[in-house]
């Protein structure tokens, strides 16, 4: 991903099992990454029990705060694909005591299929 994807706010695909391992003493014994997106230095993270949002903070990013979403929670998501002209899809989740949407940004090769299924799987 380039850097001008980053700046502006676009994510991308990142492997699982190296989220997997990189976070793994954060994971439960039986939690397993199914897919990962990175911005800039935050992960957005799918595993098989919730949505991780992991933000790495200040300077040198040993500072990480750890946001849970349990599938449980989401109310409602919609899936953005990039169009023709449009060089970015969108995820919003609407998550139970959250005034707005979480809204996240993927550059146009993300395979926003396989994200809504992996969101689907764990919803319905």
């Known amino acids: ?21 990189e976070f793994d003493e954060y994971l439960l014994d039986d939690e397993i990454v199914e897919k990962s997106y990175i911005l800039l230095r935050d ?23 750890f946001i849970t979403i349990p599938y449980k929670n989401i109310r409602a998501f919609s899936v953005e ?11 919003k ?10 809204l996240k940004t993927f550059d146009k090769n993300t395979d926003i299929k396989g994200l809504q299924q992996t969101i689907s799987k764990h919803l319905l």
């Open 43 to 65: 992960l957005f993270v799918f595993t098989n029990k919730r949505i991780l949002v992991i933000d790495k903070q200040g300077f040198s990013g040993k500072k990480i705060e």
């Open 93 to 102: 989740l609407y998550v139970a005591g959250m005034p707005a949407p979480l």
């Open 1 to 21: 991903m380039g850097l001008f994807n980053q700046l502006m706010g676009n994510s991308s695909e990142q492997n699982p099992e190296d989220v997997q391992a």
């Open 81 to 91: 694909n990039a169009g023709t002209f449009d060089v970015e899809a969108e995820l």
